[in-house]
C-alpha cells in the first residue's frame, strides 16, 4: 500500500493543485463564501480522518448546552437518506448516520440534523438554535464559520503528512491558517511539557491562532442495552473487540495496557457491516465495541452482551477552563 501511494504521487499534486486553486477562489471572493448572523463553529480537519471530532463536538455541547440552545449540523456520512432531515432520539444510523445519531441519543435537548448541502441545513438550525456546530466541514468553504477549530493527531500532525492519495491531507498544509484553533488530540496520558513546545514552534502559527493538547479520556464503565458494568468486568474474560472507526490503535493500545484478553476485528471508518459478518458476530460470547459502532451494530445483533465504552477530550495541562474561556469569547464577539 505505500509503495501504491507512492506511484500515485502524481496525482497528489493534481489534487492539491485543484484543492489550492478552489481556496484561492474562496479567499479573493471569486467563490461566496456566505456569513451568518449566528455564531457557526466549525470542528474539522486537514486529514481523512480519525483525529477525533466525534469527542470534540460532544465535549463542545457538554458546556455549551449549559449557557446557548446549540444544533449540530453533519453531513451523515452513509446515510441511505437524501436531504435535511432531523435526527430523533428513535431514528437508525442507515437513517442519519452513526455519529449524528450519538449525539442525539447523548444529548437529546439538542437538535441534531444531517445535511450535505450545509447552507440549507444551517438555514433551517438558525431557527431553532443560538449556535450551530458543524461536524466535519473544515473544506465545506460555501459557508464561512465565525469560529473554525482544526484538528490534527499527536502521531499525525498534518505538517508531517502529504496530500491525497500519496498521503492523508484533504488539502495544503497551508489551509491550516484557517483555523482559530488548533487542537492536538490523541496525546499520550505522559508527555514531556518540552514535546508540546516543539510541536507548537513546528505548527509556525499565526498570530490569531491559539493551541491546545488534548488526550482520549476512556471512561470506567461499559455500557450495554440494559446494563452497565465497570470496565474491570472484562478483566478474566475473553472478549471480540469490534471497531469500524479511522484509527482503533489508542483504544487497543489502552486494552492492552490494561492486559485484557481480547481478539480484535477491524472494519473501515463507518463500515456497513453485511448480513454474512453480522452472522459471524453473533456466535460471539461477548463484544465490546465503540460508541459509535454500537448505534450500528447494536439493532442488527439483537445480543445481550454487546457493550461500548465510551471516550472523550480531556485538555492536557489544566487548560480547560481557557479553552472554554477562549471559545466563550470567540462566540460573543
Known sequence: MKILRKILFPFSILYGWITAIRNFMFDNGWLESRSYDIPIICVGNLSTGGTGKSPM???????????????VLSRG????????KEVLFESTAEEVGDEPLQFKQNFPN????VCADRREG?????????IVLLDDAFQHRKVKASTNILLTTFNDLYIKDYML????????????????????????????????????????????????FSKIGYDESIFGVTET??????????????????NPKPLVDYLN???????????????????????????????LTTEKDF????????????????????????????????????IRN
Open 110 to 113: 439538542c437538535t441534531v440534523a
Open 77 to 84: 456520512y452513509k446515510r441511505k437518506s437524501k436531504g435535511y
Open 57 to 71: 463536538i460532544e465535549f463542545l455541547l457538554d458546556f455549551l448546552q449549559k449557557e446557548y440552545q446549540v444544533a
Open 229 to 246: 458494568n465497570t470496565i474491570s468486568y472484562l478483566k478474566d474474560k475473553f472478549f471480540t473487540l469490534v471497531t469500524g472507526i479511522a
Open 122 to 130: 444551517i438555514e433551517k438550525l438558525k431557527r431553532k438554535a443560538e
Open 295 to 330: 448505534v450500528r451494530l447494536q439493532p442488527k445483533l439483537n445480543k445481550f452482551a454487546i457493550y461500548y465504552l465510551p471516550i472523550k477530550t480531556v485538555i492536557l495541562n489544566e487548560q480547560e477552563e481557557f479553552f472554554k474561556n477562549a471559545l466563550l469569547e470567540s
Open 165 to 212: 492519495p500519496t498521503g492523508n491531507l484533504r488539502e495544503y498544509r497551508k489551509g491550516a491558517y484557517r483555523a482559530d484553533f488548533i487542537v492536538v488530540t490523541k496525546c499520550p496520558d505522559k508527555v514531556a511539557y518540552s514535546k508540546l513546545q516543539e510541536i507548537q514552534f513546528n505548527l509556525k502559527l499565526k498570530p490569531h491562532q491559539r493551541i491546545y
Open 257 to 287: 495496557s490494561h492486559s485484557f484478553n481480547f481478539e480484535h476485528d477491524k472494519y473501515a471508518d463507518h463500515h456497513n457491516f453485511t448480513d454474512n459478518e453480522i452472522s459471524k458476530l453473533k456466535e460471539k460470547e461477548i463484544i
